[in-house]
């Protein structure tokens, strides 16, 4: 009869210790976001969207040889002059390739970030950018520099 008792009063306190825990979270501030027209700041090292500015690229197959999934294709000519073009660290080179196509698809892409990291010149670039979905696969393939 006693076990009875005592069964009965662990029962009550598990319900009250869970009804605590429940009412802890309800009285609690709430961190909800309102999407559309509240966004999340990214942090500083958030690897979101590919961006490249073909102008500053030299053509160098870095970011190609690179890649682990195969997801950048460049196509070169040979520039009839010289053009100058900073690196990162502030030099000038020569490029001596002219980009007739850049493009990455980014329905393959992991976002590793290693064509960024490597890239001498700073072409390629990741941004905060984080609202990359598309209908269609046609859309996941970004062109930039098509001089055909």
Not at 60 to 65: A, I, L, R, T, W
Not at 136 to 141: E, L
């Amino acid at each position: 009869m006693i076990n009875y008792f005592k069964a009965i009063i662990v029962g009550l306190w598990s319900v009250v210790v869970g009804l605590a825990i429940t009412m802890k979270y309800f009285l609690a501030q709430k961190y909800t976001m309102q999407y559309p027209e509240e966004r999340w700041t990214m942090p500083e090292r958030f690897r979101g969207q590919v961006k490249c500015n073909a102008s500053n690229c030299i053509s160098c197959m870095y970011c190609v040889n690179i890649c682990p999934v195969s997801c950048i294709k460049l196509e070169n000519v040979k520039s009839e002059l010289p053009v100058k073009v900073t690196t990162k660290e502030g030099k000038e080179m020569n490029r001596i390739k002219d980009v007739t196509n850049f493009e990455i698809n980014v329905a393959t892409c992991i976002y590793c970030g290693l064509c960024a990291e490597g890239c001498p010149t700073g072409a390629i670039d990741m941004s905060h950018d984080y609202e990359i979905a598309c209908y269609s696969r046609k859309n996941m393939v970004y062109q930039w520099a098509d001089k055909k």
